[in-house]
């Protein structure tokens, strides 16, 4: 007797809509598909990455498509990520829109996640109108930067079938804004693990040009003037009068480079301040073989560099930005300072380099208050449940 029989090569069940037959099929065996929209701003890859390592592939297959060129492919590809990239000469390109709108008509996706408001306005321009292409936000603080940011959100604010922010400040700022007519969750962009450092530390400090009994405090940002490392190169010459041996370690990369590096020259003595790229295994070897790690610019996110140095448990010192507040959380997971107070930050480097350990006891407050506010497979969980909510 006859109990199934095939269409376009399903089974299906005598009695039953083939269309029926069809979406439980598409449901049970194809993962519904994101497509996560982004511009190049400083850690949204690698927050990517690490989300969906850390969710699998069983229920939303991401797609990353970038308003651009992107600058960290390396991290998406590890990560096993379909990679387009929408050449454009910025944010608003009509012929980089076209390309995406484009992409949308072909994929389909199920759902798109805009990282930003630029590319929050671009998936806006380009989703098609017909069918249901729900449209999830992640902001954070910088995107409160630009005059026109308010109204942008209060406008697309209605429009969105979900509205995360990665803080708390930044949950002040959308609510504010959208008179809180809209619900806000936060949810933190975590980070991807670093490689294990390449070379031994006794290695690593010869060709930073340091002693071999060299105390480094390290710090990382991009190199813009935003980061403040004029001031941290002040501060460290401070905490050099009390401890010879310190040195400092900045690792970025940006348009104040060339000025930074002058200016290191000129304040400091030779050796004692070295600048290297960001890149993932100099950013790792400085991490591991820091004996403190210092964010003292007024970060407008929270910079990848702090969220390393807490995952591996380090002393830190960081001037009290929203943003370092809002990572730090509720424990002593690192020293809260008042921006641009040399004295206040020299001092607290001076506690964690006298006593060992203190340094321990804030280094590991701050590894756990990592695993529990950047843990990257509970916030993955977190962002699916929004993803099947939206959709």
Known sequence: MLTHYRRRGRIVEPGRSPSICIAESRTLSAPRRVLHLCDNRDGVAEGIAALSQ???????QPTVAVLGRLNERELLQAAGLEIVELAGRGHFDPLMLGRLAQLLRRERPAAIHAWGLPALMAAQLTRPRSGQMPLIATLDLRDSLPAWSGRLLRSLAPKLGSLVVADEPTQQWATNVTNAATQIQILPTPVMPLPEP????ESALARWGFPPDARVIATAAPLEPIARFDEAIWCYELVRVIHPSARLL???TGSDGARLERFARQVSEPACVAIVPEIRTELAAAIVFADAYWQLGPSTAAPRGLLHAMRAGK???ACDAAVHAAAAGSGETMMLTLQDSRAAAGRATDDFFNDPQLAAQWGTAAAQGAATRF?????????QAIYDHAT
């Open 54 to 60: 850390a969710a699998g592939s069983d229920a939303w």
């Open 198 to 201: 390449p070379e031994a530390r």
């Open 250 to 252: 900045i690792v970025g």
């Open 315 to 317: 002393p830190i010192v």
């Open 375 to 383: 843990d990257a497979a509970t916030l993955a969980a977190q962002l």
